[in-house]
């Protein structure tokens, strides 16, 4: 049986412990904290909440390795990332003014009939910029996967070997939180998608996010000003028809239900699922089967308790 369980952030309060020993598990327990870069592997308040042995995979500190060692890879990686960092500059150029204008519609009055059609052709226009970008981000993965496989990568080969071995015996894998798009990059150098998607899962946080077949990344009260949600890539596509959305209370606006109608009408038919503190979200061969404090946005702008389906 597939399961896969995403919680919420795990502070102030961890319930980790409590999911893990519900669940039962048979096997090692394996960790992938790549998300917490330079502090990755620091697992010992972890170990001592579950109260089992962990061993972390130390995927962001072996990329390190493969790069200083492998610096051809080094630099095709760092080709890639700067593509990425600039087509998601100019997809935000087109996305603020299609957002904008899809925003205003749904706020204003006027005939019914001729409303509403417009309503949904801006809508569409957003969801067509959003697929659009997901395709120029994949040609690229593909560019840089076919330039990566003409190369001569011993130390890349012997590392993802070992780390592919472990994920195949362990009993179960944890996927911590933290910067997402180094967490999901990590991942996909070594080649996990696939055997991950056959193992038994919890994630919290950005580890929920990768799990899902899109990464949206939102904030509508962040430091340098609100921001209009942005589809970063995709993801792993294990869970699907899900949008999870950590530190859901803390940055969405839930006052604005012409934001959060235009956000949710925006992905669907996938589900807008809040993760907050104390939130869980189980998913067994691909059904939710329970859910606990999670709640989904609706095309209206309001919120309901995630049900199951």
Not at 164 to 177: D, K, M, S, T, W
Not at 203 to 224: K, N, T, Y
Not at 236 to 245: D, T
Request: glycine residues 6%.
């Amino acid at each position: 049986m597939n399961i896969q369980i995403m919680l919420g952030p795990q502070t102030p309060q961890s319930h980790l412990g409590e999911v893990i020993r519900a669940l039962g598990v048979d096997g090692p327990i394996v960790t992938i904290t790549a998300g917490w870069r330079d502090s990755e592997g620091e697992i010992d308040e972890l170990q001592a909440e579950i109260g089992s042995p962990l061993e972390d995979l130390a995927i962001y500190h072996r990329a390190e390795e493969i790069f200083a060692r492998e610096p051809q890879l080094q630099a095709l990686h760092r080709e890639r990332q700067d593509q990425l960092l600039e087509l998601q500059r100019l997809y935000r150029l087109r996305l603020n003014p299609t957002v904008a204008a899809a925003r205003t519609l749904l706020r204003t009055s006027g005939q019914p009939a001729l409303l509403r059609l417009e309503q949904r052709a801006a809508i569409s226009q957003v969801r067509a910029l959003d697929r659009h970008h997901v395709r120029r981000i994949a040609a690229i993965h593909r560019e840089f996967d076919q330039r990566r496989a003409a190369l001569q990568l011993p130390v890349a080969t012997t590392h993802r070997d070992a780390v592919q071995q472990r994920v195949a015996a362990a009993g179960l894998v944890l996927i911590a939180g933290g910067h997402v798009a180094v967490l999901l990059n990590r991942i996909r150098l070594f080649r996990l998608g696939e055997l991950l998607a056959q193992k038994p899962l919890i994630a919290w946080s950005a580890g929920a996010m990768v799990l899902a077949e899109r990464i949206v990344l939102f904030h509508d009260d962040a430091p340098q000003g609100r921001r209009d949600a942005e589809v970063l890539d995709a993801g792993l596509g294990i869970v699907q028809g899900l949008i999870p959305l950590p530190h859901a209370k803390s940055r969405l606006d839930w006052s604005s239900r012409s934001r959060m109608a235009l956000f949710s009408r925006r992905f669907a038919p996938a589900l807008c699922c809040t993760l907050d503190n104390g939130s869980m979200i189980r998913l067994e061969n691909g059904r939710i089967v329970s859910a606990l404090e999670s709640c989904v946005m609706t095309r209206s702008g309001h919120k309901k308790e995630l049900t199951l389906r």
